[in-house]
Structure formats: structure tokens, C-alpha cells
């Protein structure tokens, strides 16, 4: 083909806590700071891998490259009295109280907000659906059971509890595959999206189960799959050189083939992560099969809180063909102090990033918080009749006749999810929390009656 590079494979190597000490490159940082990481790694899942730790990074640039903040870990990301608690103990050198004490410290800082679980699982013939979440009408998430991992871990991810084995993969798909039968029911469903952990780190074998009986008899009203993955970033060879590259590729244009919008939701935090000759060779075999990449992620305070950073990514996602999609606050994540944005900053960044950019790129949405009764964007600052106030607005609704209500939250520069924020104007409440009581309510009742398969 004209123009194009010949890619060598590679083969993937991981690195974690065991590699601290060894890794060249984290050698040559002063000893606290390997201290520090392997004190942290020993609480949270750490892993890089070889393409992210030679390709990706900036090792001049380290401490602040934002790549080796998304991947490595840093001391502010326990408090003070944890990491203290936890140095203790990596200083002590006692397995066993090494391990005791990230068990009590996980469990600390276990982030799955109340109700989270099992609010969004569907009940089929008086039994949960393993696997699958149904928040919003059209579309529902599915939980491949063996696509619950990653090509490297996000320093910021709210899923770590399944990474160090705490929650047993309470999310994932079980063998009998009941998600297909639900889907098949709930014709209102018009999307599909499979996610994780990162389903693309499944063989070819495991992505044809999953998604092709969804091409076939039952499944008339899936018009969309959407494959939520952060691969295109940490591991590009997955669709260039790996053993089944070619064959992924194929199944793609079979999903578009079959009349179907195939949707990658690429997880990018900086355009670092575009920047490289296999990630753009990567985007370009996705594009050719038909498939769109859409691109989200959330706003992360040491990695990309700045509206420069935001703009160019945005401009090089449009420049590649990509979709700037979502721009996320990030949720309760278990090292939340260290990665906040207060909500009026993420608004600000938001709003400088999106004044830079062609209409092109703002196609992007947000600043958006995936909440309980939703998903809601900062929408901006106002002042009416002498108040101070943050409107709101919802772009998802677990009732649909939420979306696109505008509803209005007392300013306050510390806020940073909407459990922080109080109705403005003497309200009690916000419009929406009555009916989401009665909403949960419901949900709980008929959780109640199903027998809890697989519990
Ligand atoms: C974000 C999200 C979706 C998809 O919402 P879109 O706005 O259609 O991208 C679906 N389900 C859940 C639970 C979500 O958080
Ligand atoms: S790729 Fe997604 S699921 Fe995996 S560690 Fe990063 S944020 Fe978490």
C-alpha cells in the first residue's frame, strides 16, 4: 500500500509492582520515589507494559509527563495517614502484614458508590442478568466476562476493586450468556456497548461469541455496537500486527455489513496517546473496516488539566478522522483527592479547550458526571436575580423525560460531583429527586423478589 510503514510485531510485556526495583527506567528516579510507588502499588493495581513505558512516555519529562502519571503510581494518591500506614508496613518487609494492610486499606477506599451494583442490572424471568447494565432506554452495556482486564490500568480507575480481585467480577457476563435472551426481548434497545475492563483484550474467539449472534435472527433492532476500549491507546498492535489482527478487522466490516453502525468508543486522555506511527496505523485499519472511533474521557487533574491539552487532542482526534465524543468528571475512584477537578474548573478548562477548536470538534460533550439519576454537564455560570449559580443540564436521564432539563445548583468553587451540590433559589431539592426515589424504589422491590443468581 502506498505509504504505508511496515510494522514489526511486538510482543507485550507487562510491568507491576514486581518491576519497580528492576525497570531501567524507573532506576534512574531518586529512591523515595520508587518507595513511594511500590508503597502505593502494593494498595492499587499498577500495571504499564512495554509499548506505554518505551513509546508513550517522556522519561525526560518524568515526574510530570502525563502518561507516566496515567500509568505509574504517585504518592499523593493514598493521604498522608494511609500511605504511612502502608509504608510501615512495606518497611516492616512482613508479607503477611503487607497484605492485611492493603486488604484494610482497599476496602477504605472501595469506591462503588451505594446502589451502584445493582441499580442498573436488569431482572429477566426473576433473576438478575449477569453482565449487563440498562440505565438508559436505547442502550444497553454489556460485561464480556473475559475482557474485565486491561493492556496497562489507568492510575485514576474506579474499576481497581476488580483488579485486585476484590469484587469478583460481580459485573461480568456468566457462562449461559442470559444477556443474549434479554437483548433479544427488549426491542427498545437500540445499541449495544460492550465494555469493561477492556473487551478488545479478548481473542478473536471470544469477540465472535459476543458479538455475532448479534448480527443474527432476534437482533433486527440492534442498530449500533459500540466497543468501549482504551486498546487503540496502550496496545495499537491489537489491529495491526498481533496474531489476529487481521482477523478483528474482518469481523468489524462484518458488523457494518450487516447494516450495523459499529461505534469504538476510544478512551484518549492526551494526544500523546495519538502522537505515535502504530497508533495512527491503528486508527486508520479501524476507519477502513467502515467503523467510526468515537473519543471520551474523563478530566484528570496531573494528566490532562489544561485546556491546551484538551484542544489539541481534540484537533489531532479531528485531523484523524476521530469523533471527540465526552469529556467526563471523574467519579469517586478511591484516589479521588490527588485527581480532582473542582466542577467550576472543569468548566472553565472545558470551555477555554472548546473556543479553540473548529465546529468540527465540538461535537464533544460535557463536562458530564455519570451519576446516580444520570448524566448531567456543567453547563456554566450564571448569576439571575443576584445569585451565584452552576446550571445544569441532563444529556442522559434514568427517566428520559429528564434529558435536556436544565435545573440550577448554588455556586460553590469546591464542588466537585453533584453530591456536593445544593439546589439553588431556597429549593428543597432538585426537580428530579422524588422521582428518583420512587424509581430506586421500584428497582430495589423487584431485586427483592428475583432470586440472586450467581450471589
Ligand atoms: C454513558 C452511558 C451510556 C451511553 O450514553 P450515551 O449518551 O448514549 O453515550 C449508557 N449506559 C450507561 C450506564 C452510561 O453511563
Ligand atoms: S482502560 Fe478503562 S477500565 Fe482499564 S484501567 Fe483504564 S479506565 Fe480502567
Redesign the pocket.
Known amino acids: 500500500m502506498a505509504g504505508t510503514t511496515q510494522f514489526e510485531p511486538r510482543k507485550m510485556k507487562f510491568y507491576g509492582l514486581r518491576d519497580i526495583e528492576s525497570l531501567p527506567q524507573l532506576r534512574k528516579l531518586p529512591e523515595e520515589r520508587r518507595f513511594a510507588m511500590r508503597v502505593v502499588a502494593n494498595v492499587l493495581p499498577m500495571r504499564a507494559n512495554n509499548y506505554v513505558v518505551e513509546d508513550l512516555i517522556d522519561w525526560n519529562r518524568v515526574p510530570d509527563d502525563p502518561i507516566f502519571n496515567l500509568t505509574f503510581m504517585q504518592q499523593g494518591m493514598l493521604s498522608p495517614e494511609r500511605f504511612e500506614r502502608m509504608a510501615e508496613a512495606v518497611r516492616g518487609g512482613d508479607a503477611e502484614r503487607i497484605k492485611r494492610t492493603a486488604g484494610e486499606l482497599r476496602l477504605e477506599m472501595n469506591p462503588h458508590p451505594a446502589g451502584q451494583m445493582t441499580a ?1 442490572v436488569p431482572v429477566m424471568d426473576e433473576s438478575l442478568v449477569q453482565g449487563v ?1 440498562h ?2 432506554r ?2 444497553c ?1 454489556v460485561f464480556p466476562s473475559a475482557g474485565q482486564t486491561c493492556h496497562a490500568y489507568c492510575t485514576f480507575c474506579f474499576r481497581w476493586p476488580q483488579f485486585v480481585g476484590m469484587d469478583d467480577l460481580k459485573f461480568a457476563t456468566d457462562e449461559s450468556l442470559r444477556f443474549q435472551e434479554y437483548i433479544k426481548r427488549h426491542t427498545e434497545i437500540t ?1 449495544i ?1 460492550f465494555t469493561g475492563g477492556d473487551p478488545m483484550v479478548m481473542g478473536i474467539n471470544n469477540l465472535r461469541a459476543y458479538i455475532e449472534p448479534l448480527l443474527g435472527p432476534g437482533f433486527e433492532h440492534i442498530e449500533t455496537i459500540r466497543i468501549g476500549t482504551k486498546s487503540v491507546s496502550y496496545w495499537p498492535y491489537r489491529y495491526v500486527t498481533d496474531r489476529d489482527a487481521d482477523e478483528i478487522l474482518r469481523l468489524f466490516e462484518r458488523i457494518v455489513g450487516s447494516g450495523r453502525h459499529l461505534a469504538i468508543m476510544g478512551h484518549y486522555n492526551h494526544h500523546v496517546e495519538l502522537s505515535t506511527d502504530i497508533a495512527r496505523e491503528a486508527v486508520r485499519r479501524i476507519r477502513r473496516t467502515g467503523a467510526q472511533i468515537r473519543c471520551q474521557s474523563p478530566l484528570i487533574r496531573h494528566i490532562n488539566d489544561d485546556p491546551q491539552v484538551w484542544a489539541a487532542m481534540w484537533q489531532t482526534q479531528v485531523r484523524l478522522g476521530m469523533i471527540p ?2 469529556m467526563f468528571i471523574e467519579r469517586n475512584t478511591g484516589a479521588k483527592a490527588y485527581f480532582e477537578v473542582p466542577l467550576v474548573r472543569a468548566y472553565e478548562i472545558f470551555r477555554q479547550a472548546y473556543g479553540k477548536v473548529s465546529g468540527l470538534a465540538r461535537t464533544v460533550r460535557g463536562p458530564s458526571m ?1 451519576a446516580l439519576p444520570g ?1 448531567i454537564a456543567m453547563e456554566g455560570v450564571a448569576e439571575i436575580h443576584g445569585e451565584k449559580v452552576f446550571v445544569l443540564r441532563f ?2 436521564g434514568r427517566n428520559g423525560d429528564w434529558v435536556k432539563r436544565a435545573f440550577f445548583a448554588k455556586f460553590d468553587e469546591h464542588a466537585a460531583w453533584l453530591t456536593d451540590l445544593k439546589p439553588a433559589f431556597g429549593a428543597k431539592e432538585f426537580f428530579y429527586e422524588a422521582e428518583l426515589r420512587q424509581l430506586l424504589e421500584d428497582k430495589q422491590k423487584s431485586l427483592e423478589t428475583a432470586d440472586s443468581v450467581g450471589d
Do not use: R
Open positions: 442498573n447494565q440505565k438508559y436505547e442502550t452495556l445499541d456497548l465524543y465526552y455519570s448524566k444529556i442522559q
